[in-house]
């Protein structure tokens, strides 16, 4: 318990400290980038990893987070009308793609989540006189909370940061509750929890509005990280660049969706500076992971190093086998 | 008065467009559970192909309808090779299976942008099918009519193997019950190629004699393949009726809408799916639970 409260202290020391180590400021806007799609990869993980239900329409939740925030400046309002008006539409939102999406789960629930998230990608890019189609909309300021400007790269990375902090310990928090064990009840075993007496039903919605919180959070330091929003960020490859960061560190467990999103904000950028084929690799590296490490790299390079400390602690005697059943 | 004939025309060519792709996506969906995000890419790398085909580039020309089905077979080959290299891999883990379509998707078309660049390519009407056909004051466009004919033609095509031929037996017992299918003796892991197959064969096709209407550009397939979702969901899964009226009334939608409503087109499209999915979530037509 001590050392896990260690660990904690010195990762978010750690996490303090990066504008100081590296102090030029593309890389500490690729930080904010990764702590950013962390906070988005953490929210898909609720429905991927600990609810079983494999969304591929996230990125337009995300999207319209984002545009209600451009939207509302545009119109004149203020940044905490416009923050706080993004939450709630991104909310309205998720509740509706909820209410359809759960008519189903498994391969169906994907393929809901896709055509919904098609729609509102569809939306931003044709109905022009809200959104402005294919050439987006720019947000001309970021905002001043208690006055502290966030318009250099390090002001901006340690508002995400703590943005970024409490979004990990509500999600700790969450998966650890009674709820979170539920939860997890209706992915493994639905039918068994609804003779217990759970309601299957409203404990995924619930799963999906904290889902759709977090995703609308990560949505709106979006559009004030990039100042511009257009349909891009909600088409498909969005939503499984998201899904990748789930999956490519480890779905259902809380550090994999925070090392996968590092994993692709980094190879997204190291290799962008390369080649322009980054949807290429985007695939090549999905069915990669698909095939030949499906668990994720967390879980993976858990037991890879459990199995290097058995070794290194010296030959135990094996466990028996199981009894074999008369 | 011609105004909405012609988009009534327009509106069927589309549906039957539309059901050549769908009916494949919705055969594959029925009989290996899982919904091939590829489709839309086969459609699209049917039409480059096709064009490449009959614009002489590659030095020699081939006639549009020889080209449609040379497309065909080589896309089929494409789907194929893909179900054995790897989803065969992921046999029974129905998510991976539907990730690596996923991810084979972008890897296509980032390889179709690389191959014939970003600038969209227009498609002329094949020789002899550019005219009109006059009715009383209407004139309808030939080329149109033929797709709707061709569609039919496939329609009861497709229906009498399904019903009528011993491979399409055995279709329908795995999509009615793949174990079981198993038991008896046919080699379902053999139906899954051939199905997937048959159904990237369709989507190629119907990617060509597509082409001179919708014209072939990089996101082709991000748009088609939405529009096969939304009418399998409609039809319900691995019903080749439900995939034919599915695709008639998407086709409708889509073109009355796009006409009247355009900035809202897209999204009047998915009204009806979200109508069946909260009223009759198996599909119009669909046995099973989507």
Redesign the interface.
């Known amino acids: 318990m001590i050392a896990r409260g260690i660990a904690i202290a010195i990762a978010i020391l750690a996490l303090i400290a990066v504008p100081y180590a590296i102090t030029e400021a593309y890389y500490v806007n690729i930080a904010s980038q990764i702590l950013l799609y962390a906070i988005f990869a953490l929210g898909l993980n609720i429905l991927v990893g600990y609810a079983g239900l ?1 969304s ?1 329409g996230h990125a337009g939740l995300f999207g319209v987070a984002s545009y209600a925030v451009a939207s509302l400046l545009v119109l004149g309002y203020g940044h905490a009308v416009a923050i706080l008006a993004a939450l709630v539409i991104g909310l309205l939102f998720t509740a509706g793609f909820a209410a ?1 999406a759960l ?2 789960t ?3 629930f ?3 989540t ?3 998230g ?2 509102l990608w ?2 931003a ?5 809200l959104t402005n189609g294919d050439n987006g909309v720019n947000v001309a300021t970021r905002p001043m909370p208690f006055g502290i400007a966030l318009s250099s790269a390090n002001a901006f990375y340690d508002m995400t940061l703590i943005v970024f902090v409490v979004a990990v310990a509500a999600t700790a928090i969450f998966v650890r509750s009674p709820f979170g064990a539920a939860l997890a009840g209706t992915r493994d075993q639905p039918r068994r929890m609804n003779a217990l007496g759970f309601h299957v039903w409203m404990i995924r919605f619930g799963a999906f509005m904290f889902s759709g919180l977090l995703t609308a959070v990560a949505g709106i330091l979006y559009v004030y990280y990039n100042r511009f929003i257009s349909p891009q960020t909600l ?3 969005a939503s ?1 660049e998201a ?1 990748l960061m789930v ?1 490519s560190g480890g779905a259902g467990t809380l550090l994999g969706p925070i090392v996968g999103a590092a994993l692709v904000v980094i190879i997204k950028n190291v290799v962008s500076a390369y080649v322009v ?1 980054w ?2 690799m ?6 990669a992971i ?2 030949f490490m ?1 668990e994720g790299l967390v879980p993976g390079m858990a037991r890879l190093s459990r199995s290097a400390w058995r070794a290194m602690s010296g030959p135990k005697k094996v466990l028996p086998a199981a009894e074999p059943k008369p | 008065m011609t105004f909405w004939l012609l988009l009534t025309v327009n509106s069927v060519t589309f549906g039957g467009l539309l059901f050549l792709l769908s009916a494949g996506f919705s055969l594959i969906f029925g009989l290996m ?3 091939n ?1 590829t489709h839309g890419s086969m459609f699209m790398v049917g039409a480059y192909l096709g064009t490449t085909f009959f614009s002489g580039a590659l030095g020699f020309t081939l006639n549009f309808w020889v080209a449609a089905i040379v497309t065909a077979f080589e896309v089929a080959v494409l789907g194929a090779l893909m179900e054995r290299l ?1 989803l065969r ?2 046999a029974g ?4 299976q ?3 379509t ?10 179709c942008l ?1 191959a014939w660049g970003g600038d969209p390519i227009s498609v002329e009407t094949p020789p002899g099918l550019g005219g009109f056909i006059r009715v009383g004051t209407a004139a309808a466009p030939l080329y149109r009519l033929a797709i709707i004919a061709i569609a039919v033609v496939f329609a009861i095509a497709l229906w009498l193997m399904l019903e009528r031929t011993r491979l399409g037996a055995m279709i329908r017992a795995g999509v009615d019950d793949p174990q079981m299918a198993r038991v008896v003796g046919i080699r379902v892991s053999q139906l899954f190629t051939i199905v997937f197959g048959l159904g990237a064969a369709l989507a190629g096709f119907a990617g060509v004699i597509g082409a001179p209407i919708l014209s072939v550009y990089p996101g082709l397939d ?1 748009d088609m393949l ?1 529009l096969a ?2 009418v ?2 409609l039809g319900g899964t691995g019903s080749l009726l439900g995939s034919f009226v599915g695709s008639i009334i998407v086709g409708f939608i889509y073109n009355f809408g796009q006409a009247l409503v ?6 009047i ?2 009204l009806p ?2 109508l069946v ?2 009223l009759r ?1 198996q599909g119009l037509f669909g046995g099973q639970v ?1």
Request: proline content about 7%.
């Open positions: 494999v591929l359809l008519r189903a498994g391969i169906s994907i393929m809901i896709l055509a919904l098609e729609i569809g939306l890019y044709r109905w022009i006189s088409a498909l490859p499984a899904l999956i084929r949807n290429f985007l695939g090549a590296i999905f069915v698909v095939v499906p | 559970r899982i919904p995000l790897l891999r992921l883990q129905q998510l991976a539907v990730l690596v996923l991810g084979v998707s972008f890897m296509v078309a980032d390889l690389m991000q939405p979702l939304v399998v969901i355009p900035e809202l087109a897209y999204f499209l998915f799916m979200v999915l909260v979530p989507l």
